[in-house]
T-cell receptor
Framework: GGIITQTPKFLIGQEGQKLTLKCQQN?????MYWYRQDSGKGLRLIYY???????QKGDLSEGYDASREKKSSFSLTVTSAQKNEMAVFLC????????????FGPGTRLTVL | GDSVTQTEGQVTVSESKSLIINCTYS????????LFWYVRYPGEGLQLLLK?????QKGSSRGFEATYNKETTSFHLQKASVQESDSAVYYC????????????FGAGTKLTVKP
């Protein structure tokens, strides 16, 4: 088995601040993802990475940057946090191949004051 | 584009009754999608419940079943007799095989099972 770790669990920032969320997985999976989930809504894809140093934009990439420093880690940066932005950011990983199931982390809950 | 629709945001069912949670999908590629149901139990992370990668086949797990129907483009989740422990949020999702296209999720259906 494996695990996905997301840090921090809770993130509180100020409007306009740059904020970074981190994700680590020990499944040895090739592909990693960042999703945003607003309260009562589904998951929306922000960025994904098929392999180390690869980055692909999702539907919601504007306002975010991502970095896949190594196979096991995938970071997401909120470039300029928006006031009243509250959401849970979920990291996931999967083996190579788009039919593969995803494994999710516990999430980072973001609040912007 | 590709999308997944779950029509019910919340469903309440009495224990031991049957359940159906609707999911329909739209896929623009000629390649048939892989279909998934994920579940989030209270206090836990999102996890796979079941998946089906071949049209016409049925997936099952923990008493739940879902059949991949390419004619109606549906993947409804069913259970004959629910338990209180099934209370959770259920998400339908699709991904395309052999295509650089990340998985798409429905909005989720919150199931509450009353004792």
């Amino acid at each position: 088995g494996g695990i996905i770790t997301q840090t921090p669990k809770f993130l509180i920032g100020q409007e306009g601040q740059k904020l970074t969320l981190k994700c680590q997985q020990n499944f040895n999976h090739d592909t990693m993802y960042w999703y945003r989930q607003d309260s009562g809504k589904g998951l929306r894809l922000i960025y994904y990475s098929i392999t180390e140093n690869d980055l692909q934009k999702g539907d919601l990439s504007e306002g975010y940057d991502a970095s896949r420093e190594k196979k096991s880690s995938f970071s997401l940066t909120v470039t300029s946090a928006q006031k009243n932005e509250m959401a849970v950011f979920l990291c996931a990983s999967s083996p190579r191949g788009w039919g593969a199931e995803q494994y999710f982390g516990p999430g980072t809950r973001l609040t912007v004051l | 584009g590709d999308s997944v629709t779950q029509t019910e945001g919340q469903v309440t069912v009495s224990e031991s009754k049957s359940l159906i949670i609707n999911c329909t999908y739209s896929a623009t590629s000629i390649a048939y999608p892989n279909l998934f149901w994920y579940v989030r139990y209270p206090g836990e992370g999102l996890q796979l419940l079941l998946k089906v990668i071949t049209a016409g086949q049925k997936g099952s797990s923990r008493g739940f079943e879902a059949t991949y129907n390419k004619e109606t483009t549906s993947f409804h989740l069913q259970k004959a007799s629910v338990q209180e422990s099934d209370s959770a949020v259920y998400y339908c999702a699709l991904s395309l095989r052999n295509n650089n296209n990340a998985p798409r999720f429905g909005a989720g259906t919150k199931l509450t099972v009353k004792p």
